[in-house]
């Protein structure tokens, strides 16, 4: 009588041909150790073994996960604060250049003015809300801006702290000197702010994402 023996699938016998391997490697290595192979020994050993690393992957997550949350939590108050900083820079940067704006005019309407005492006046009460106007402006984002922009801002108001200011700025060549450097601080202030927000640094990621866009690609290939 012929008996039909069924083939035992081949990634079972492979499986079955690594653990016996896996054997042999860790009984030499036991008795390189000068340790005596027992069966309940291994086992202890290997129990405790994957106990420990058990232990620590579960320690490990559990680190990662607190950082996570920590990390989380944190990054809605950055995002608002970001947003905050964005329209309080906007505001700044808008509110200086028009009161440098204002003031400019007022300076080539003295210089060019033949009612000097007439006006002088007036320019000076123009002048000092056009600072007022500044000064209300960082202090209402006084909360949100570091020292340096502040910095930059108070050297740019102390270009104004003259009583005499338009008698000192009364000639064409000096108006001019002055109003280059009132462009100089604002450009100084400008760099400061871009500084802060890392504009640069965004704008180069901002480029790499568009870059790497699939839509960009297909449109430049298109063109």
Do not use: W
Not at 114 to 139: G, P, T, V, Y
Not at 169 to 185: A, L, P, V
Not at 201 to 210: D, Q, T
Request: with cysteine; charged share 25%.
């Amino acid at each position: 009588m012929i008996t039909e023996t069924k083939e035992t699938p081949y990634n079972f016998i492979s499986l079955l041909k690594l653990i016996l391997v896996l054997l042999k490697l860790f009984k030499i290595g036991c008795l390189l150790i000068n340790l005596t192979f027992k069966p309940l020994t291994f086992f202890f050993i290997a129990m405790n073994t994957l106990t420990v690393i058990g232990a620590i992957i579960s320690f490990a997550a559990l680190f990662i996960s607190a950082l996570a949350f920590l990390q989380s939590r944190k990054l809605p108050n950055e995002n608002k604060i970001f947003e905050e900083k964005i329209k309080a820079y906007l505001d700044l940067i808008k509110g200086v250049n028009e009161a440098a704006n204002i003031i400019s005019d007022c300076i080539d309407v003295y210089v060019t003015s033949s009612k000097k005492k007439e006006i002088i006046d007036e320019l000076h009460e123009e002048i000092d809300n056009a600072i007022f106007a500044i000064e209300d402006l960082r202090n209402n984002s006084l909360i949100l801006l570091p020292d340096e922009v502040v910095d930059k801002l108070d050297e740019f108001l102390k270009l104004f702290d003259n009583q005499e200011y338009l008698q000192t700025y009364s000639t064409s060549k000096k108006s001019f000197e002055h109003q280059m450097e009132i462009d100089g601080r604002f450009d100084k202030l400008v760099i400061v702010i871009r500084q802060d927000l890392a504009i640069d640094k965004l704008n180069n990621g901002l480029r790499k994402r568009i870059s790497g866009s699939k839509v960009l690609k297909k449109l430049n290939n298109e063109i």
